[in-house]
């Protein structure tokens, strides 16, 4: 396992060189410029547009997370599962947290737009499991990518302690990924109303 990158930086820039500068670029600008696009424009359309796609990737990953790569990671060694996260943590720092808060801050301004409505209740739901996404993306599993990320680079990575953060983020998303398959289950009570 190597302990620093090619560049020898630290800090974002090192991540962004492990993440694959372009990938890094992408994952945060894209769905940041359409998010932007669409709050500018004030199309509604547009808006639920960029919300559905950025929540259907957030999605989508995080249920390959539970589903699939959490239960073939517990079947590697401990050096095998480490090097896997030395890989794929420096691209999921870049790509989740923007597409969790591009599909929050979309979420949001099409409840605000929709509040009085029908869907009172059913988007009081959808913002408390928001909440919770929030706080599990925001609170735990990106501050497991950043402390993996901090020890790749330590003088003396802890293959241990990276496996078992890695494997933590992943049942973690599993969760997410369950989570965000009951805000599916609300929208679609919403769109049916």
């Known amino acids: 396992m190597t302990t620093v990158d090619d560049t020898g930086a630290t800090g974002i ?4 060189a492990r993440a694959n500068p372009a990938f890094a670029a992408g994952a945060v600008v894209v769905p940041i410029l359409a998010l932007a696009v669409a709050l500018a424009t004030g199309n509604t359309r547009y808006l639920f547009y960029v919300h559905v796609m950025a929540g259907a990737l957030w999605t989508g990953v995080d249920v390959f997370m539970g589903a699939v790569l959490g ?3 517990g079947g590697l060694d401990l050096d095998e599962r480490a090097s896997v996260f030395e890989r794929f943590t ?4 870049f790509l989740m947290p923007v597409l969790a808060a591009v599909t929050i801050t979309a979420g949001i301004e099409l409840a605000t737009a929709l509040q009085g409505g029908l869907g009172g209740f059913w988007i009081q739901v959808a913002l408390v499991v928001a909440g ?3 706080v599990i993306g925001f609170g735990v599993i990106l501050p497991g990518e950043v402390a993996i990320y901090r020890e790749l680079v330590s003088a003396n990575p802890d293959t241990e302690r990276i496996s078992a953060i890695g494997m933590r983020n992943a049942k973690l998303g599993g969760v997410q ?3 965000q398959l009951g805000i599916i289950f609300v929208m679609m009570r919403l769109r049916f109303l």
């Open 90 to 93: 420096p691209k999921m720092t």
């Open 71 to 73: 239960p073939v990671l």
């Open 177 to 179: 990924g369950l989570l």
């Open 132 to 134: 919770i996404l929030t």
């Open 13 to 16: 820039r090192g991540m962004a």
